[in-house]
């Protein structure tokens, strides 16, 4: 989409956001026919995805999480256009924090952390939420740059708007090194794909997957703990984060036992709600070396 297309679609999206919940979600329940009854928007790498990461489940099983899948993606898709407008107040409404002494306890000590999560739950409110908690590290979150310039400025501006800052994928090392005297919660999204002769390889929902080793490898270099954010949702349009703590000294760990913990993490709660999990992404794109 192009500058035109850019403006024409402005304005809707910031109608979309400034939609009170429940007129939001009318819209999630149109949006959910019209994408994937009628469409079918990539129908057959939800269902591969789901097949080959639960082979134990029956078909029967297997569309209905697809079904419920396809449902949440839509629900994720409009509540981060809300993120646009959605105030402090509200987000705090929506989205519970537990395990918020675990961070204020890092930042009582000037402790720099590692956040890790997955496209699970709604990390985009997740961030915002993070943000509206006071005496906690502040939230750097790593991103890809989009390559509309002006979509880019817009998500930009959806991430940072409750005081989140952002690092590009291009840069993160570098400015984790330059700012590493500072008190920083560097958030990494840990299942996206790497290039697959850079990746560690693990088994990840029964299938061979590569895995960045970027977060061990800074974690270990700037001696940084490994916080887990799990984001689950209790009921429709409201979420729970909750904090532990999976590595408290990785200067102490083997080279990927870092990326073994936090993979299987992820793989538990993708086990646990798999309806809440990205299975449109192609994630199983490449083969082991």
């Given at each position: 989409?192009?500058?035109?297309?850019?403006?024409?679609?402005?304005?809707?999206?910031?109608?979309?956001?400034?939609?009170?919940?429940?007129?939001?979600?009318?819209?999630?329940?149109?949006?959910?026919?019209?994408?994937?009854?009628?469409?079918?928007?990539?129908?057959?790498?939800?269902?591969?995805?789901?097949?080959?990461?639960?082979?134990?489940?029956?078909?029967?099983?297997?569309?209905?999480?697809?079904?419920?899948?396809?449902?949440?993606?839509?629900?994720?898709?409009?509540?981060?256009?809300?993120?646009?407008?959605?105030?402090?107040?509200?987000?705090?409404?929506?989205?519970?924090?537990?395990?918020?002494?675990?961070?204020?306890?890092?930042?009582?000590k000037?402790?720099?952390?590692?956040?890790?999560?997955?496209?699970?739950?709604?990390?985009?409110?997740?961030?915002?939420?993070?943000?509206?908690?006071?005496?906690v590290?502040?939230?750097?979150?790593?991103?890809?740059?989009?390559?509309?310039?002006?979509?880019?400025?817009?998500?930009?501006?959806m991430?940072?708007?409750?005081?989140?800052?952002?690092?590009?994928?291009?840069?993160?090392?570098?400015?984790?090194?330059?700012?590493?005297?500072?008190?920083?919660?560097?958030?990494?999204?840990?299942?996206?794909?790497?290039?697959?002769?850079?990746?560690?390889?693990?088994?990840?929902?029964?299938?061979?997957?590569?895995?960045?080793?970027?977060?061990?490898?800074?974690?270990?270099?700037?001696?940084?703990?490994?916080?887990?954010?799990?984001?689950?949702?209790?009921?429709?349009?409201?979420?729970?984060?909750?904090?532990?703590?999976?590595?408290?000294?990785?200067m102490?760990?083997a080279?990927?036992?870092?990326?073994?913990?936090?993979?299987?993490?992820?793989?538990?709660?993708?086990?646990?709600?798999?309806?809440?999990?990205?299975?449109?992404?192609?994630?199983?794109?490449?083969?082991?070396?």
């Amino acid at each position: 989409m192009g500058t035109l297309g850019y403006y024409i679609a402005l304005p809707f999206i910031y109608g979309v956001s400034l939609l009170p919940f429940p007129l939001l979600y009318l819209l999630s329940d149109l949006m959910y026919i019209i994408v994937f009854r009628v469409i079918g928007y990539r129908k057959d790498v939800v269902l591969t995805n789901l097949r080959k990461s639960f082979p134990e489940k029956s078909e029967h099983e297997i569309q209905a999480i697809a079904r419920k899948f396809q449902q949440w993606f839509c629900d994720l898709a409009l509540e981060t256009i809300k993120t646009l407008t959605i105030s402090p107040d509200k987000v705090r409404e929506r989205v519970s924090l537990e395990g918020a002494e675990i961070l204020r306890g890092y930042a009582a000590k000037g402790q720099s952390i590692i956040i890790v999560l997955g496209h699970f739950g709604n990390w985009e409110l997740a961030g915002a939420r993070y943000s509206a908690e006071r005496g906690v590290p502040p939230l750097i979150v790593i991103y890809h740059p989009l390559v509309n310039e002006h979509f880019d400025r817009l998500m930009t501006r959806m991430r940072t708007r409750h005081g989140t800052g952002l690092y590009t994928m291009r840069e993160t090392s570098r400015a984790m090194i330059r700012d590493k005297d500072e008190l920083t919660a560097t958030a990494f999204i840990a299942d996206q794909t790497p290039a697959p002769e850079r990746a560690y390889w693990t088994t990840f929902l029964n299938q061979e997957t590569p895995v960045f080793q970027g977060t061990e490898t800074l974690a270990r270099k700037l001696r940084r703990p490994i916080v887990y954010i799990a984001i689950t949702r209790p009921r429709r349009g409201h979420y729970r984060m909750e904090v532990e703590t999976l590595v408290e000294t990785p200067m102490d760990t083997a080279i990927g036992e870092i990326t073994e913990i936090h993979t299987k993490r992820l793989e538990r709660d993708i086990r646990n709600y798999p309806d809440l999990w990205l299975w449109t992404h192609r994630r199983w794109k490449h083969r082991k070396p």
